[in-house]
């Protein structure tokens, strides 16, 4: 395997997995499970709302995977520099790594009610809500990989290693959850740093679009 373009994909899936929006759900989603359904309840839950995220944003990267085919390799390059561009704008105006997702965490308590399919349909949605609007680490792999001459088959699994490093967060706080330690410091822990990974995703960003745009 290409050792530069596995360096790239554990960079950017490990600062793409620091998500205040989604911890924030999924913390509300564990913290009522626990309290109506007992260790096992937060276990099953756990489970199956972190399944339902790696499906989804899956999903969504093997969409992106597919069109970008469809693209000029410069067209990639410039929109990985426009979307480090906007994190940076972001963080200069002290509005990066917003907490939002409230609505979700609301229905978060539901969920935790009804079991485990709901916690996966949950889970469903925050992929396919809260992650798209911050998945610029995911797009920047993709062009990345795509300007490196990755075939689609090849791309695919990939994302599926890629995925498996963005859930690894998620996977932590469900055992920390399930085991009855203190969740909610780990997700603390977590969404402090938020605004160092998003720097340093904006850096990521900016590296890859040059590069895409001088070797495309």
Do not use: K
């Amino acid at each position: 395997m290409d050792l530069g373009l596995l360096a790239a994909l554990l960079a950017d899936a490990a600062v793409d997995s620091v998500n205040p929006c989604t911890f924030y759900v999924y913390t509300a989603l564990l913290l009522a499970a626990g309290l109506s359904q007992g260790p096992r309840g937060v276990a099953r839950c756990a489970a199956a709302f972190t399944a339902a995220v790696y499906i989804g944003y899956l999903l969504i990267g093997l969409g992106v995977g597919v069109a970008s085919m469809a693209l000029p390799t410069w067209l990639l390059g410039a929109a990985a520099l426009l979307y480090a561009a906007s994190i940076a704008a972001r963080l200069a105006l002290g509005r990066g790594a917003g907490g939002s997702g409230g609505w979700l965490a609301r229905r978060a308590v539901r969920a935790a009610a009804a079991g485990p399919a709901a916690a996966a349909v949950l889970g469903f949605l925050a992929s396919m809500t809260l992650l798209p609007c911050s998945s610029g680490p995911l797009f920047a792999f993709i062009a990345y990989a795509r300007a490196r001459g990755t075939p689609l088959t090849m791309l695919a699994a990939l994302l599926l290693l890629y995925n498996a490093v963005f859930v690894a967060p998620l996977a932590a706080i469900g055992l920390a959850a399930a085991a009855a330690t203190r969740a909610r410091r780990i997700q603390e822990a977590l969404t402090r740093h938020a605004a160092l990974s998003e720097a340093v995703s904006a850096l990521l960003l900016a590296a890859i679009g040059v590069y895409v745009l001088l070797t495309g």
